[in-house]
């Protein structure tokens, strides 16, 4: 064997790159669809004694559920049940604790948001009386010392109620999803608000050192509960907030949620899952407010919504998405029409915004929504779109509308003289109309932008321009694939 290999730090490197998916800003290793990592790493802890450590720490980083541990303790001690539940067969002693610790220590992630598409049932899972006992045992015991980032998803509502005997100091990273779970029987429901209070009150007194928190409220609640303000109010080293719930009305305590939030210092990056057409304005940067953010993204209500917040949020932002709720049409829904100049007026904050020189970063995602045909006094879509010009340092682009298939050669050449820096243009359409921009358009493009690396956008490819229009374009992400 190498003597490479005899360094853990090397091991682990490459273990970890049997994982489909990394997520940055701290956040550990999640797992993909491709469970065959699980079984690799497993093998590759029996392999040797130089790989036991590493294959280790890497297999149990990321625990879905507490059944595989729960499994590690004495086979006499637990029983698997009907509806994917293990339960215990009796009291626990002090002698059951050794290979359970030996594994939780390890393990700095619980739950995940989703089941692999590939796995025909739910997980096996620990049931209620396994979590009292484990919550209830004396002394008590830390019983994952190393937990990061704790993800309240899981496939019933057992674990809610217990969460608090796993949570800890170093937890950095919190999910609390309130949205549709699994019941005892595997059935749909909605979590009580009392559950979710006593939630959000174990996180702030047992885990103040949140710097990430995302929130998705039960369907049912239509306004912030007080609990989760409390919630806030402690959470002095918040950076990330994402709120991914739909609140309709206009109440005090709604007021209070965005005044928390400004005063945040430490906040840079805020997603709102809804922010409606009844006072945008609330969301602004007067009084000091948002004094670092640095990435805003939301779902609109309409156009005119994301004009208002981008026109009030005056904040050095490096990244902005936006999307309406046109993104999400009911089935049936009557087809929703505005006019160009609406997306026109949505931008043009841009065009005195203090985030010109810092923003890196746009998406804007209204794909189903139906512009009406422009008339004398309307601008075109490329005359709409123009006011993304005035930001030079754009490196990633995403737009989705309909109207992108109304930009031109013109259009593009003027993007590549805008964006010097731009390496991602992305302009999605799903109409069947014809494109009207060609590759001529596309070589001028690659001309301004030499570090262009992805280019999504429907072109008309019946007219050529001569070979050296493409190839002389200086570009090695793209030169290729075009000869």
Not at 208 to 216: A, F, G, H, R
Not at 369 to 372: I, T
């Given at each position: 064997m190498h003597a490479c290999l005899l360094i853990s730090e090397i091991l682990s490197n490459i273990f970890e790159q049997l994982f489909t998916k990394v997520s940055g800003n701290d956040v550990l290793?999640?797992?993909g669809e491709d469970l065959d990592a699980e079984q690799a790493l497993s093998r590759l802890a029996v392999t040797c004694r130089t790989f036991t450590e590493p294959a280790l720490n890497v297999l149990w980083r990321v625990q879905r559920v507490f059944a595989p541990l729960i499994r590690c303790m004495p086979r006499d001690l637990w029983t698997e049940v009907l509806a994917h539940r293990l339960t215990f067969k009796r009291a626990l002693r002090e002698t059951d604790w050794e290979r359970f610790d030996f594994y939780a220590r390890r393990i700095k992630q619980i739950g995940e948001s989703y089941l692999p598409s590939d796995e025909p049932y739910l997980p096996l899972e620990p049931s209620e009386d396994v979590f009292i006992a484990l919550a209830t045992y004396r002394p008590v015991r830390v019983f994952l010392p190393q937990l990061r980032v704790v993800h309240c998803t899981p496939w019933s509502t057992v674990m809610y109620k217990y969460i608090q005997a796993f949570l800890g100091?170093?937890?950095?990273?919190v999910t609390i999803n309130g949205e549709d779970i699994h019941d005892e029987d595997g059935n749909y429901?909605?979590?009580?608000?009392?559950v979710v209070d006593a939630l959000y009150s174990a996180v702030s007194r047992?885990?103040?050192?949140?710097?990430?928190?995302?929130?998705?409220?039960?369907?049912?609640?239509?306004?912030?509960d007080p609990m989760f303000l409390?919630?806030?109010?402690?959470?002095?080293?918040?950076?990330?907030?994402?709120?991914?719930?739909?609140?309709l009305t206009d109440s005090p305590c709604d007021e209070e949620f965005l005044q928390i939030i400004g005063n945040l210092y430490s906040l840079e990056h805020l997603v709102m899952g809804w922010i409606s057409a009844l006072n945008p304005s609330r969301y602004h940067t007067r009084n000091g407010r948002f004094p670092n953010l640095s990435k805003l993204g939301f779902v609109a209500e309409d156009l005119s919504v994301m004009g208002v917040v981008l026109q009030s949020m005056q904040c050095r932002l490096v990244e902005f998405s936006a999307k309406t709720q046109n993104e999400f049409p009911e089935y049936g829904a009557e087809e929703v029409v505005a006019p160009l100049s609406l997306l026109q007026q949505s931008l043009l904050p841009l065009s005195q915004h203090v985030c010109r020189q810092t923003l890196l970063s746009f998406e804007l995602h209204a794909e189903f929504?139906?512009?009406?045909p422009p008339t004398m006094n309307d601008p075109s879509a490329g005359d709409a779109l123009r006011p993304l010009f005035d930001c030079p340092n754009l490196r990633r682009i995403s737009i989705r509308l309909e109207c992108a298939i109304d930009l031109d050669d013109a259009w593009l050449a003027d993007a590549?003289?805008?964006?010097?820096s731009l390496q991602e243009l992305k302009l999605w359409s799903q109409t069947r109309h014809d494109p009207k921009a060609t590759f001529g358009g596309l070589s001028s493009l690659l001309r301004g932008c030499p570090q262009l690396r992805e280019f999504v956008m429907r072109i008309d490819a019946r007219i050529l321009p001569t070979p050296p229009g493409i190839l002389d374009v200086k570009n090695r992400?793209?030169?290729d694939r075009l000869t």
């Open positions: 290793m999640q797992f100091p170093n937890v950095a990273h429901t909605s979590i009580s608000i009392s047992l885990s103040p050192n949140i710097t990430s928190l995302s929130v998705s409220f039960p369907w049912h609640i239509l306004t912030i409390g919630l806030l109010r402690h959470l002095r080293h918040l950076r990330v907030l994402t709120c991914g719930s739909e609140f929504l139906q512009f009406s590549g003289k805008a964006w010097p992400w793209i030169q």
